[in-house]
């Protein structure tokens, strides 16, 4: 690790009473005992801590320590900690997402208990003592300034919170990250009811709050200089089938404007992470719409692109998570983005009061979706986690236009995407306003389950399972209720068949 | 009917150049043509126009007249629509919300199509021309101003958005409706994106709006002069069964004032219609809780009472609908009400801005749950609509306390409210906090999915059923997935028994 010298260090840490505070990764991680809550920063591998956490992770593999821990974060975390704390064994519940492949295999063998939550309410369970309270923050920044007020880098989620209930804070100054972060931070936080008031926020590109997070100087216990770059998730590329998609969506908001039911600059954009959401924004890149704005949770390389080619204006979200070579380039040019981007506590940039307010077009992944719309987002045959819900309840319950995409198939046409019934609900028939695939997009808004079912079969079903789920709809209406037809000894059949058999066919 | 004299019809329509436009019922119903989207005021039988609709049945009864509609509302309506227009089979197409057998029936035997919305959703699809346009507003008043704007009577609902987008308006004016209901709404709607602001709301008891609708008076095609009482539902008597949910509910909330999550006068309640929510209202007329506030939907017999008794200062909805006797009770002490009392466009009531804000204690019924905490409150078996989802979403979601209370058993044991997997889900396991049952209350906050089902079949499961649901639970663990564990042969299995043999057992 290249520690920097002392000019560096009191240009990251401006508090001469806690640059005292400096001490190594090890002595801090001395700090967490066994049974504790521990939060950290950090939102979709980006801002998160990452030398307490391994130094943690190499005490217990070396020493044998016995730790079980909660912990608590904005949304998925970097190897440092999901993969290095499974390795050790020390997680006993995580909350409220994960995307990591040794945490998901855990919790899938029922040896971690994890809690999928709507990252809109983490804040709140956290602000209303429902969880279990935290006892350690431990947050990455790049500076400490003389109030001793931190500034974060570039993922904030649910920090301003940890910071505020914690009993004790460990701060990591990441000198791998640039100061050019700091500014690009809006941070607002909300009062418990009954002294909330409204959230002043009225189009993406406004600030309301402070470039800085408070902290009791107090609370801080450790301050450990790191020099590591975050490992983000590598670029998804983007292939012919998302191509079609993002034409598919393209195509739909592009006859919302002829209709003028959206204006020809659209409303803010929210887009989940991944190959289909990158297609989308490269898709918009190359498109005749003009001053865009986003309002979502992470800034991606194609939402950067989006910035750069000047189509869009403004991004609000809680974090920047490019790819490694989108980060590289993204630092580099750090000035040009800091007046396009601005991140916020995934208190706000979640919130329902805003989303619906500013009108968000939310542009989510589905997993599975029914020929009625239900979406299941989460779960592989209604047992097995794959990664959380995230943000896309909050987004999609409150959008102007709530988007759900999937490619038709998956497993080379082993699995049909549209199932005569999910075998996990996380949107229901009720929040699910528009489904694209690579054969088309269905628009539902206005139409019965029935109706849905049909529009749903014939514009976005792969040709191979067109036939059999029409079979299965007509064969279902002609028996039992009417309103949402169903066979319920066969409703799950698909999905017992590919258990069985390795195909849905 | 009893027609007043002119000095009423005066003091009713003070605009004289709409007096002129008074018409009777049956012409007034020749405006209405086949094909057309008739969008009508009311919320939950209270409000909605009565002559009109009738008038418009008897015409196509009588001369056979071919007429297919679209019927827009702002929730349930009376018995003159719902049940006249399904009896005479001209309802093309329902939504947002019904509870009439009638109608019900036809839904289920596909000869009406219908779209169970979010109560939220429904003004704002209008605005956002989502929806087939309004042809005619049917809305009932007891007043219209100098001005011409309209004072509506007991229920608001979506009638502000109905008035702002129809292309004509017919208004019947409720002579049997006192004069007292002016003064108690409070219409405060939102614009379209971008340019929407927040609402400025930040406690139940605050009025941000006019007293009146605005209503263009070009666009007043008919006044109809009507004195019919809305046929409001009967009065559900509190069984001991509810007693027993109401006092687990009360108890959860004690329990979360002890631990000071919830101030002694808690937060705003809110609550669905039936036997339980009013159980639960009466239990808090004799409870130690004081100074409580409601923001709720509709305001029922029990919530008078708890104004009635001083235990409740203040309750916000978009709807009064009492009881028969107790309307009669209330419009006989409306003055008293008056204060205390604010009626609003369900663009607020529902709204999901003002419910987070607020911190809303929400209390819905749930037709079924499953042991992860999922819930159904539409479908029966999978297939048939019930009622409606209403504003159970737009609550349960935004709430800072979500609670879904069931009787544990159904059809004197032969269904338990709690199954292996629901059969359709309205609510997921990310928006529900509580369940209450005669059992006692799981409260899930923090639990990952298994921990759920433990406490889940453990304090609400009736105990005919809770070892069967205890051995699913543990065979569904010991193979397959174990973050959700399921044996989706079995899942569904619970409703095909019962289909089949008339008992889950």
């Given at each position: 690790m290249?520690i920097?010298?002392?000019?560096?260090?009191?240009?990251?840490?401006?508090?001469?009473?806690?640059?005292?505070k400096i001490t190594n990764d090890f002595k801090a991680s001395l700090l967490i005992k066994d049974g504790m809550t521990i939060a950290v920063?950090?939102?979709?591998?980006?801002?998160y801590p990452k030398a307490v956490p391994m130094a943690l992770a190499n005490r217990v593999k070396k020493n044998g320590d016995e730790l079980r821990l909660n912990l608590y974060s904005?949304?998925?975390l970097g190897p440092e900690i999901d993969k290095a704390w499974t390795e050790v064994g020390i997680i006993s519940k995580r909350?409220?997402?994960?995307?990591t492949?040794e945490l998901?295999h855990k919790?899938?063998?029922?040896e971690v208990e994890?809690?999928?939550?709507?990252?809109?309410?983490?804040?709140?369970?956290?602000?209303?003592?429902?969880?279990?309270?935290i006892d350690i923050a431990i947050?990455e920044?790049?500076?400490?300034?003389?109030?001793?007020?931190?500034?974060?880098?570039?993922?904030?989620?649910?920090?301003?919170?940890?910071?505020?209930?914690a009993k004790q804070v460990i701060i990591e100054?990441?000198?791998?990250?640039?100061?050019?972060?700091?500014?690009?931070?809006?941070?607002?936080?909300?009062?418990?009811?009954?002294?909330?008031?409204?959230?002043?926020?009225?189009?993406?590109?406004?600030?309301?709050?402070?470039?800085?997070?408070?902290?009791?100087?107090?609370?801080?216990k450790a301050i450990v200089l790191t020099?590591t770059?975050?490992?983000?998730?590598?670029?998804?590329?983007?292939?012919?089938?998302?191509?079609?998609?993002?034409?598919?969506?393209?195509?739909?908001?592009?006859?919302?404007?002829?209709?003028?039911?959206?204006?020809?600059?659209?409303?803010?954009?929210?887009?989940?992470?991944?190959?289909?959401?990158?297609?989308?924004?490269?898709?918009?890149?190359?498109?005749?719409?003009?001053?865009?704005?986003?309002?979502?949770?992470?800034?991606?390389?194609?939402?950067?692109?989006?910035?750069?080619?000047?189509?869009?204006?403004?991004?609000?979200?809680?974090?920047?998570?490019?790819?490694?070579?989108?980060?590289?380039?993204?630092?580099?040019?750090?000035?040009?983005?800091?007046?396009?981007?601005?991140?916020?506590?995934?208190?706000?940039?979640?919130?329902?009061?805003?989303?619906?307010?500013?009108?968000?077009?939310?542009?989510?992944?589905?997993?599975?979706?029914?020929?009625?719309?239900?979406?299941?987002?989460?779960?592989?045959?209604?047992?097995?986690?794959?990664?959380?819900?995230?943000?896309?309840?909050?987004?999609?319950?409150?959008?102007?236009?709530?988007?759900?995409?999937?490619?038709?198939?998956?497993?080379?046409?082993?699995?049909?995407?549209?199932?005569?019934?999910?075998?996990?609900?996380?949107?229901?028939?009720?929040?699910?306003?528009?489904?694209?695939?690579?054969?088309?997009?269905?628009?539902?808004?206005?139409?019965?389950?029935?109706?849905?079912?049909?529009?749903?079969?014939?514009?976005?079903?792969?040709?191979?399972?067109?036939?059999?789920?029409?079979?299965?709809?007509?064969?279902?209406?002609?028996?039992?209720?009417?309103?949402?037809?169903?066979?319920?000894?066969?409703?799950?059949?698909?999905?017992?068949?590919?258990?069985?058999?390795?195909?849905?066919?």
């Amino acid at each position: 690790m290249n520690i920097s010298n002392m000019k560096d260090i009191k240009e990251r840490i401006r508090n001469e009473e806690i640059r005292e505070k400096i001490t190594n990764d090890f002595k801090a991680s001395l700090l967490i005992k066994d049974g504790m809550t521990i939060a950290v920063s950090g939102f979709t591998p980006s801002g998160y801590p990452k030398a307490v956490p391994m130094a943690l992770a190499n005490r217990v593999k070396k020493n044998g320590d016995e730790l079980r821990l909660n912990l608590y974060s904005g949304a998925s975390l970097g190897p440092e900690i999901d993969k290095a704390w499974t390795e050790v064994g020390i997680i006993s519940k995580r909350l409220p997402y994960q995307t990591t492949d040794e945490l998901r295999h855990k919790i899938n063998a029922g040896e971690v208990e994890y809690l999928d939550m709507h990252l809109s309410h983490m804040p709140q369970y956290i602000n209303y003592d429902m969880l279990p309270e935290i006892d350690i923050a431990i947050v990455e920044a790049v500076a400490i300034t003389e109030d001793g007020f931190v500034i974060p880098t570039m993922g904030i989620g649910n920090t301003p919170t940890f910071i505020e209930k914690a009993k004790q804070v460990i701060i990591e100054i990441n000198l791998a990250k640039p100061l050019g972060y700091e500014g690009m931070a809006d941070i607002y936080t909300t009062k418990n009811p009954p002294n909330r008031k409204p959230i002043p926020l009225n189009h993406s590109s406004e600030r309301i709050g402070t470039h800085y997070i408070s902290c009791e100087k107090e609370k801080i216990k450790a301050i450990v200089l790191t020099h590591t770059q975050d490992k983000t998730r590598d670029l998804t590329g983007v292939s012919p089938v998302s191509n079609r998609i993002s034409e598919n969506i393209i195509s739909f908001l592009r006859g919302e404007v002829k209709a003028n039911r959206l204006p020809s600059d659209l409303l803010p954009l929210q887009s989940g992470v991944g190959s289909v959401a990158n297609a989308v924004f490269y898709g918009l890149c190359h498109s005749e719409f003009e001053n865009l704005t986003c309002y979502t949770e992470v800034v991606q390389d194609s939402m950067l692109d989006l910035l750069r080619c000047g189509k869009a204006k403004i991004a609000s979200a809680t974090a920047v998570s490019p790819s490694p070579e989108g980060l590289y380039k993204f630092e580099k040019e750090i000035e040009f983005f800091k007046d396009k981007i601005i991140l916020r506590p995934q208190e706000i940039s979640n919130n329902p009061e805003i989303i619906r307010r500013l009108g968000v077009i939310a542009i989510n992944t589905a997993m599975e979706i029914d020929i009625y719309g239900n979406v299941n987002s989460t779960h592989l045959m209604g047992t097995k986690i794959m990664n959380g819900i995230g943000g896309s309840g909050d987004f999609a319950r409150n959008a102007a236009i709530s988007i759900f995409a999937t490619e038709s198939i998956a497993k080379k046409g082993a699995i049909s995407s549209i199932v005569p019934m999910v075998s996990h609900v996380d949107h229901t028939e009720h929040d699910v306003m528009v489904i694209a695939t690579e054969q088309g997009y269905a628009d539902l808004r206005g139409l019965s389950p029935k109706e849905r079912a049909l529009k749903i079969i014939n514009q976005c079903v792969h040709p191979d399972y067109r036939p059999l789920l029409m079979d299965y709809f007509h064969r279902a209406f002609s028996q039992g209720g009417k309103h949402t037809p169903h066979i319920l000894s066969e409703a799950l059949s698909w999905h017992i068949k590919y258990m069985e058999t390795g195909s849905m066919k």
